[in-house]
């Protein structure tokens, strides 16, 4: 599914099946046995919702495949203000593994296996916007394929001991959740 017309588009051309319409609206043809949701939950006015909606569209032994940023990350405190996940106005929710374990099994999911990742990507933009960003001026470094390519290869380098650590100690920058609808939802 994918809201955006253009971005539908385009992924019809190079051949998938692309349902253009919000998840409240959808009604698949049969119940799937996962459904994705990457960097998609933070967009949401109402998440719990979304998860209920999702929980519809499962089989029995369906799973939900969740990847959210951590707001407990130690970008988030390393950055603060340039953390390239507060992501205003598009990040209406953020998440820690805790209130999305919370959120997920109120929707009526069960088990769960949560995990965390570090993307190179998300931690030279964090970076990049700490050093370029300005008060309502866009930063075109963002878009600079050169400038984030030789940061992400310095942080994947230098960095990695340090990210692979916060990612096992819950302090990485996104969460990665895996959770089985219940036996007993509806």
């Known amino acids: ?42 967009h ?9 909606r999702v929980l519809g569209m499962l089989n029995p032994r369906g799973q939900v495949w969740v990847s959210a940023p951590n707001g407990s990350s130690v970008l988030r405190s390393v950055f ?14 953020h998440f820690t593994s805790r209130t999305l374990l919370e959120l997920l099994r109120g929707a009526g999911f069960g ?9 190179a990507l998300w931690a030279a933009h964090s970076l990049i916007a700490a050093v370029f960003a ?27 001991p340090l990210l692979w650590l916060a990612n096992l100690t819950g302090r990485g920058d996104c969460l990665v959740v895996t959770a089985t609808r219940n036996r007993c939802a509806s």
């Not at 955006?4 to 992924?11: G, L």
């Not at 253009?20 to 698949?28: A, G, K, Q, S």
């Not at 949401?44 to 209920?52: E, F, K, N, Q, V």
Request: charged fraction near 20%; proline fraction near 9%.
């Open 134 to 160: 300005r008060r309502g001026r866009p930063t075109r470094q963002l878009r600079n394929p050169a400038m984030v390519g030789v940061l992400m290869l310095s942080i994947r380098a230098f960095l990695f």
């Open 44 to 52: 949401s006015l109402d998440p719990r919702g979304m998860l209920r």
């Open 1 to 42: 599914m994918e809201p955006n017309a253009n971005a539908a588009e385009v992924a019809k051309s190079l051949g998938f099946t692309v349902h253009v319409t919000p998840v409240e609206d959808f009604v698949p043809d049969r119940p799937y046995d996962v459904v994705v949701l990457s960097n998609v939950l933070e």
């Open 111 to 119: 088990a769960t296996v949560v995990r965390q990742e570090t993307p």
């Open 80 to 93: 603060g203000r340039c953390w390239i996940n507060w992501h205003v106005p598009f990040h209406i929710v």
